[in-house]
């Protein structure tokens, strides 16, 4: 039977957007029956999600039981050059692309955007919502499946970068180049802001990593 509370949503939805907001976070063990429990959804939907995001490697084994996967160094690396590639050419296509509505909204996000720039998990969640604008936005289906691909496996970052100091403000400044770039319909130029944004926030996570590295020893 359905939860009331999630009346449209499967176990695998669910599962995966707790670890999106990370509820559940890199390493945790994900057990059936308190999925179950925690969902109101049966256990048979949950075993099958598991296996399903086991299959995608978001979930790994620890022996007999499943965590949640982690990216190593140079995974992390790969992930970011695919996302600064794909999501540059869903700006370059944007700014061929989109209709004048888009362009409007990504102008109204940026507007209110500004109003989080003190809760980093707000702007984190404001954050995907603006690059997914962005990917609607570049009229192509097959990049916005790819797109979604490498968002979750974003998911398996345990912090967002968006909570480094002066990250806040940083994305701002650089989501309201690229929305310039896509509203002049200049391809090269918000391929070219986009691909460098998500460059300095590698920059920054690889510094997040490096400090929390440092803090462990
Ligand atoms: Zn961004």
């Not at 990593?209 to 803090?215: K, S, T």
């Amino acid at each position: 039977m359905q939860d009331p509370r999630h009346p449209q949503k499967d176990a695998y939805a669910l599962i995966l957007e707790a670890i999106d907001s990370h509820l559940y976070k890199p390493g945790d063990r994900l057990v059936e029956s308190e999925l179950a429990e925690r969902f109101g959804v049966s256990r048979t939907p949950i075993r099958e999600a598991l296996q399903r995001l086991e299959t995608q490697s978001l979930l790994t084994r620890d022996g007999r039981s499943l965590i949640v996967a982690s990216l190593d160094h140079s995974q992390l690396a790969e992930l970011y050059v695919v996302r600064g590639e794909l999501e540059g050419l869903a700006a370059r296509l944007a700014a061929r692309h989109a209709a004048p509505e888009e362009v409007k909204v990504l102008q109204d996000m940026l507007r209110a955007d500004k109003k989080l720039i003190t809760d980093p998990a707000a702007l984190s969640r404001a954050n995907r919502r603006f690059h997914k604008q962005i990917h609607l936005a570049s009229h192509n289906r097959f990049l916005v499946q790819q797109l979604d691909l490498v968002h979750r496996s974003m998911a398996l970052l345990a912090t967002t970068s968006l909570a480094a100091e002066g990250r806040g403000a940083q994305t701002l400044q650089e989501h309201a180049q690229i929305v310039q770039a896509i509203a002049a319909g200049d391809g090269d130029a918000a391929y070219r802001a986009l691909r460098d944004h998500i460059s300095a926030a590698f920059i920054t996570r690889l510094k997040l990593d490096a400090a929390a590295v440092e803090a462990a020893e």
